[in-house]
């Protein structure tokens, strides 16, 4: 039965921590503030600190979130929580990195946090019994005058939510066609391994076999044909059999040969078809997803980044040369020297007060260390923001070049050089 004095304030003293600690929590806007709270001994408010800041989707919280899902002490909750924090971060500042990790591959950043929600409904009342005193429809045999039916209409609501459902059943099938897109590669080599060693021992060591069986038992064929009776007919005899023997050889040579060379015959042969194959498959492993996984998981190597540089080297190279090139036929030395004796003086002077642009669309980070791993963020730099080179560069582990700057506010620190583009000292 309903009652009506409950007291709604009589909550557990858990209960009463977590709801005074989330108001604090909803009240923080920096990682700095909440990382605190990821370090506290309940898992709940833990989990609380991470939903904060997937709610503030905070660029700079990436490697504390991956702390948290690679601590293997902490809860599976918590975990997954901070990989589909991870998750939705990136996708909000369309952030691209390799974390090979199961459970960052469960989610795909945009979903909502009642779909991470189980709710299980456990009955535990009693079932439902009727008992009736009378019969629910008395018999209007005896009563003539009573001519009155009655029907009793039962409905029951069956509401199906079929929108839900279908996201979640294309949620899932997506998920296992990415997870079936990496998978792929080994599967194919678990069964095909076997296969291929088939084919290597036939190719290898069973077709050596049978060909010098085959020559043993020709050469004992004709070992006694000849007639030994006279000596020139001897001779050749045996110059006969050598020819056919080296005949023989050749031929096994050159048939070897044209299998091995068979690959290499087809892709001349068919040109334009092998080339569009090679271009499709360097589109697919340079500039979509699953292929940029794919390379980076097997060989550990970035194509698309592989590319940048290559284009950058063959710029640089193609520029030297033609600086050379304008030496050599003297276009420019006489204008060369007469601009060098007028520029000495300001050399020093540009040095110093040399100002880039940043040309990163979604921002630039100002660290403490020429290190985007070990450099703590400083401040964040917004797009076209004039900075002052401070005549310091390093380069880190990668061979990336980092440079010391001021920021307008006074502040400073260090960048990365592949986001700025000189700006003529303005």
């Keep these: 039965m309903y009652q009506s004095n409950i007291t709604i304030l009589n909550f557990?003293?858990?209960?009463?921590?977590?709801?005074?600690?989330?108001?604090?929590?909803?009240?923080?806007?920096?990682?700095?503030?909440?990382?605190?709270?990821?370090?506290?001994?309940?898992?709940?408010?833990?989990?609380l600190a991470i939903m904060r800041i997937n709610e503030l989707n905070l660029k700079d919280s990436i490697d504390v979130l991956r702390e948290v899902h690679d601590d293997h002490l902490e809860s599976q909750r918590n975990r997954e929580h901070a990989a589909w924090t991870i998750k939705s971060i990136a996708q909000k500042w369309d952030m691209d990195f390799f974390i090979n990790s199961k459970l960052l591959q469960k989610f795909t950043g945009s979903e909502k946090y009642p779909e991470l929600q189980s709710v299980t409904v456990v009955d535990s009342l009693p079932n439902v019994n009727f008992r009736f005193s009378s019969r629910l429809v008395s018999p209007s045999v005896n009563n003539e005058a009573d001519n009155t039916k009655y029907i009793e209409e039962i409905k029951f609501d069956t509401a199906f939510p079929l929108r839900e459902w279908y996201t979640l059943c294309t949620t899932e099938i997506a998920t296992q066609l990415k997870n079936a897109a990496v998978t792929l590669p080994n599967a194919i080599l678990k069964k095909t391994g076997r296969h291929l060693l088939n084919i290597a021992y036939l190719i290898f060591i069973k077709l050596p076999l049978i060909i010098l069986g085959f020559m043993s038992k020709a050469f004992s064929g004709r070992a006694n044909k000849n007639s030994l009776s006279e000596e020139v007919y001897y001779r050749k005899a045996h110059i006969r059999k050598k020819s056919s023997v080296r005949l023989f050889v050749k031929n096994c040579i050159i048939k070897l040969l044209y299998i091995i060379i068979y690959p290499l015959r087809l892709v001349l042969r068919h040109r334009v078809f092998t080339a569009l194959v090679f271009l499709s498959v360097y589109l697919m492993l340079t500039y979509t997803t699953p292929g940029r996984i794919l390379t980076y998981r097997y060989f550990e190597v970035d194509l698309r980044v592989v590319q940048s540089d290559v284009f950058k080297t063959a710029k640089e190279l193609t520029a030297y040369a033609w600086d050379d090139i304008r030496?050599?036929?003297?276009?420019?030395?006489?204008?060369?020297?007469?601009?060098?004796?007028?520029?000495?003086?300001?050399?020093?002077?540009?040095?110093?007060?040399?100002?880039?642009?940043?040309?990163?669309?979604?921002?630039?980070?100002?660290?403490?260390?020429?290190?985007?791993?070990?450099?703590?963020?400083?401040?964040?730099?917004?797009?076209?923001?004039i900075v002052t080179y401070l005549s310091q560069s390093q380069k880190d582990t990668n061979g990336k070049l980092w440079y010391m700057v001021q920021v307008p506010g006074g502040k400073t620190g260090w960048v990365y050089g592949g986001w700025l583009e000189a700006a003529g000292g303005e």
């Design 12 to 47: 557990p003293e858990w209960y009463r921590i977590e709801k005074e600690t989330k108001k604090t929590i909803d009240r923080l806007y920096s990682i700095k503030d909440l990382s605190s709270y990821l370090k506290n001994p309940d898992e709940y408010i833990r989990r």
């Design 327 to 385: 030496e050599i036929t003297g276009l420019y030395r006489d204008v060369q020297l007469q601009s060098a004796s007028e520029d000495l003086p300001n050399q020093h002077m540009l040095q110093n007060d040399l100002s880039f642009r940043v040309t990163a669309r979604s921002g630039l980070n100002l660290r403490d260390k020429p290190d985007s791993v070990k450099g703590r963020p400083i401040d964040s730099l917004a797009y076209n923001t």
